[in-house]
């Protein structure tokens, strides 16, 4: 398994694997979850945001990327984020731990996109995204196997199900992509 700062340095820096976010299925993913966040005011989080790519894509398109941050596990993808994108905010977390002990309670709603894929520990990820969120946590993660080395599995509906099992939550399949959407109860 690939720590996040294998994964950037050896993989996403290495490929250019950002330049995958203007393909027509990627692009279609960004917009999506812009989307979701449609109608919040307050701070949203952009969670394992890479080199910050995303993060900007999805920012634009609502319009406020000033209240959209990049949360990443790897200290290169967070210097390269600021490099590449000073206007906006980017922050590094060691851990989720770290994450839930700075942002508890801090964003109105959190994407995690196509990132708990390559998380060992997922109920630990999905616990922190629950403790930062207020209102709505939105995953993504791949249908089908995108052959990604940092990829430590692949999801079913069945195994979505069962990870966000005593949530409030929804599931849909859009072409290559699983969106799970968690509402946190008031």
Same mark, same amino acid.
């Given at each position: 398994?690939?720590?996040?700062? =294998?994964?950037?340095?050896?993989?996403?820096?290495?490929?250019?694997?950002?330049?995958?976010?203007?393909?027509?299925?990627?692009?279609?993913?960004?917009?999506?979850?812009?989307?979701?966040?449609?109608?919040?005011?307050?701070?949203?989080?952009?969670?394992?945001?890479?080199?910050?790519? *995303?993060?900007?894509?999805?920012?634009?398109?609502?319009?406020?990327?000033? /209240?959209?941050?990049?949360?990443? =596990?790897?200290?290169?993808?967070?210097?390269?984020?600021?490099?590449?994108?000073?206007?906006?905010?980017?922050?590094?977390?060691? *851990?989720?731990?770290?994450?839930?002990? $700075?942002?508890?309670?801090?964003?109105?709603?959190?994407?995690?996109?196509?990132?708990?894929?390559?998380?060992?520990?997922?109920?630990?990820?999905?616990?922190?995204?629950?403790?930062?969120?207020?209102? /709505?946590? &939105?995953?993504?993660?791949?249908? &089908?196997?995108?052959?990604?080395?940092?990829?430590? $599995?692949?999801?079913?509906?069945?195994?979505?199900?069962?990870?966000?099992?005593?949530?409030?939550?929804?599931?849909?399949?859009?072409?290559?992509?699983?969106?799970? &959407?968690?509402?946190?109860?008031?």
């Amino acid at each position: 398994m690939l720590t996040a700062e =294998q994964y950037i340095v050896d993989h996403w820096k290495k490929n250019k694997v950002w330049r995958n976010l203007t393909t027509e299925k990627h692009l279609h993913r960004l917009d999506k979850c812009a989307d979701y966040l449609k109608g919040f005011t307050g701070l949203c989080a952009d969670v394992g945001c890479a080199c910050g790519h *995303s993060t900007r894509a999805m920012g634009i398109r609502l319009d406020y990327p000033f /209240r959209l941050v990049g949360i990443d =596990q790897s200290e290169t993808a967070i210097r390269t984020a600021k490099e590449l994108f000073p206007d906006n905010i980017f922050f590094y977390c060691e *851990s989720a731990t770290d994450m839930e002990k $700075r942002f508890a309670g801090v964003f109105d709603a959190v994407v995690c996109s196509e990132v708990i894929e390559h998380v060992k520990d997922e109920k630990a990820l999905l616990l922190a995204l629950e403790t930062i969120a207020n209102k /709505r946590i &939105v995953l993504t993660t791949p249908a &089908v196997d995108a052959g990604d080395p940092g990829h430590v $599995r692949l999801y079913t509906e069945a195994d979505l199900v069962k990870l966000c099992e005593g949530l409030a939550f929804t599931i849909e399949r859009d072409g290559r992509f699983w969106y799970v &959407v968690i509402e946190k109860e008031d």
